[in-house]
């Protein structure tokens, strides 16, 4: 099963799978996608995993292994990539909230995000090797634009496991939040994202021209919000 709901102005996706470790299955493929269209026009969106074990543990393996033609697994492999491609391109902020271990699969769901905050007992890792295949949801890709190549090819080539405190220090985790106080933080700093113009920033981190720039930074300034919040800042500082 995959879940919607709404958090003033944030959408948060969960994956809820519990007998199967939150594991990617075709059906849990076309949930997702269902999911990021009820998420549309959402300020911000998180992708996470239900209970605290795994965020998302790969592939349904089980039934991933009735696919046995190059054609019937390149399918698979176009189906999920797309899916984590509307994550990259969502246009408000994106967050994944690593509940638990990302691997494989997961893993490329987790860096399709634009930002990973973990439980501080996750790990994290591309170890498709160990089934003698390759990451095939775009996450090699993004994992070299993460951590550069020397880095992505020693852990997708090796399968190497992180722990959070490793993912963190390599620049594939952005934030640790210790696991007795995640729930409620992860969704703080979300809303956060949700509630400023985090949106417009990230569209000119994106690459805009300069006049598009400034002129972003223009309309904000001319907005309601920004005057009331200059206000505040103006009477504290009498």
Do not use: Y
């Amino acid at each position: 099963m995959v879940d919607l709901e709404f958090d003033d102005g944030l959408a948060v996706i969960t994956i809820d799978r519990p007998h199967a470790r939150n594991a990617i299955s075709l059906e849990t493929m076309d949930q997702f996608d269902k999911a990021l269209d009820g998420a549309e026009g959402a300020a911000a969106l998180v992708i996470t995993g239900a209970g605290d074990r795994a965020f998302v543990s790969g592939g349904d393996l089980k039934e991933l292994a009735a696919l046995r033609t190059e054609a019937e697994a390149g399918a698979m492999a176009w189906r999920m990539r797309s899916i984590c491609d509307r994550i990259a391109g969502f246009d408000g902020p994106t967050v994944a909230a690593l509940n638990g271990h990302a691997l494989g699969g997961g893993a490329e769901v987790a860096v399709a995000a634009d930002i990973r905050i973990a439980a501080d007992d996750i790990k994290i890792g591309f170890n498709q090797v160990a089934l003698e295949i390759m990451p095939a949801w775009g996450g090699a890709e993004r994992l070299v634009e993460l951590v550069g190549f020397s880095k992505a090819l020693l852990l997708a080539g090796t399968g190497m496991i992180l722990t959070a405190p490793e993912a963190h220090s390599s620049g594939l985790v952005q934030h640790l939040i210790p696991r007795d106080s995640f729930d409620a933080e992860w969704r703080r700093i979300a809303k956060a994202l949700a509630k400023r113009p985090a949106g417009e920033i990230k569209r000119v981190m994106r690459g805009v021209s300069t006049t598009e720039a400034v002129a972003a930074f223009a309309r904000l300034w001319v907005a309601d919000e920004h005057w009331a919040a200059a206000d505040k800042v103006m009477k504290r500082g009498k």
